[in-house]
């Protein structure tokens, strides 16, 4: 419920940041969301009871899922056409180091402290990252290795490679297939971790390592291909609209996977699953039309030249080419995702 209601904020806060960052400005909703996240962040620490945590982590989710959509858009609108892939990776990657110290922080921990094992285990679940990264410590231990923690760090680690690897792949290859054969990739690996749950601790760990750093891979390759797809001056609320499918995916991944975890325990059910969502993103991602050959500059409020004055004194969106052009990629985009982060967040 707690990990939930981080998700229902980042729908909410996706949403109203989107759009709001088309009409305010990418900057000031920027630094506004994450005020928000910070101070509900701070507050969270000193929550008197459960009721009160869950709501500070839905207005800490709040601010986060208004962060994202501005986040990318400015960072695409700021770098060259030839270089968007390679700085949009170099972005994602800083999610690694938020999973890399959750995960430190609670081997660390549990060295230490013999009693914080279920304290450790509930803070991985409810903070950690998106889908089944959330329960990777309960999966490991449903699959009997001895040291969950420890693997988990090695599994949030795995962020690193896959994230060297799409920064060289993804300008070269293109954002397409690469979110594609990332995906198939993703989808081999669950394969080969529910065939071997019985079997060998360090196959499950390095198959489990394999597929976080492809499912890293396709996600810089679905940030950059989601962002550049939607006219500039629609780019936060589209990218907002793809996001919030995604927190809805997430929200009902944590109950998917709640009652696959058990008691007792479907870990290939829930694994055969996850491979198959995952085949169905790799198909349906060669569908999504490749846009953004163009060059992009920032724009602001008050210096879009497609922001036109209605006769009422409003400002209103021109329906410019450049606009009607990008509604046929925007509906293509949507289609996508219903099905494709469904797939990253399930696992």
Same mark, same amino acid.
């Given at each position: ?182 995906? !198939? ?36 390759? !679905?940030?950059?291909? +989601?962002?550049?797809? !939607? ?53 349906? /991602? ?7 050959? &163009? &060059?992009? &500059? ?7 030249? &497609?922001?036109?004055?209605? +006769? ?7 329906? /410019? ?12 985009? /949507? ?7 469904? /797939?990253?967040?399930?696992?």
């Amino acid at each position: 419920l707690l990990t939930a209601a981080v998700f229902v904020g980042m729908l909410c806060g996706g949403l109203v940041g989107g759009v709001a960052g088309d009409l305010y400005g990418r900057k000031p909703v920027l630094l506004t969301t994450l005020a928000i996240n910070a101070v509900a962040a701070f507050l969270s620490a000193f929550s008197p009871n459960i009721y009160w945590l869950i709501f500070f982590r839905a207005v800490a989710g709040l601010g986060v899922g208004g962060v994202v959509a501005s986040l990318f858009a400015l960072c695409l609108e700021h770098v060259p056409v030839a270089a968007r892939g390679r700085y949009v990776t170099i972005l994602c990657s800083f999610w690694m180091v938020g999973a890399v110290l959750t995960a430190g922080t609670a081997w660390i921990m549990l060295g230490k402290y013999n009693d914080g094992t279920k304290i450790l285990e509930l803070s991985w679940r409810c903070f950690g990252s998106y889908g089944l990264s959330t329960w990777i410590t309960k999966l490991f231990k449903s699959a009997g290795l001895s040291n969950p923690f420890a693997n988990a760090f090695l599994f949030a680690g795995a962020n690193l490679p896959g994230n060297i690897v799409s920064l060289y792949l993804i300008d070269c290859i293109g954002h397409q297939r690469l979110l594609s054969g990332a995906l !198939f990739m993703s989808a081999f690996c669950a394969l080969l971790f529910a065939f071997n749950v019985e079997g060998s601790k360090t196959v499950i760990v390095l198959v489990s390592c394999l597929f976080n750093a492809c499912t890293t891979a396709a996600w810089n390759g !679905f940030g950059v291909l +989601s962002a550049e797809n !939607f006219p500039q001056e629609l780019r936060t609320t589209g990218i907002s609209v793809v996001n919030c499918s995604n927190r809805v995916a997430a929200i009902t991944a944590q109950f998917v996977n709640g009652f696959l975890m058990g008691p007792p325990p479907h870990l290939e059910a829930l694994l055969l699953v996850t491979s198959t969502v995952m085949i169905c993103g790799g198909i349906t /991602s060669r569908w999504i039309a490749h846009g953004g050959d &163009d &060059d992009i &500059d920032a724009i602001s409020k008050s210096g879009s030249e &497609d922001l036109e004055v209605e +006769s009422d004194g409003s400002a209103s969106l021109a329906r /410019s080419p450049k606009v009607e052009a990008g509604e046929q990629v925007c509906v293509e985009g /949507s289609v996508m995702a219903g099905i494709f982060p469904y /797939s990253l967040n399930l696992f």
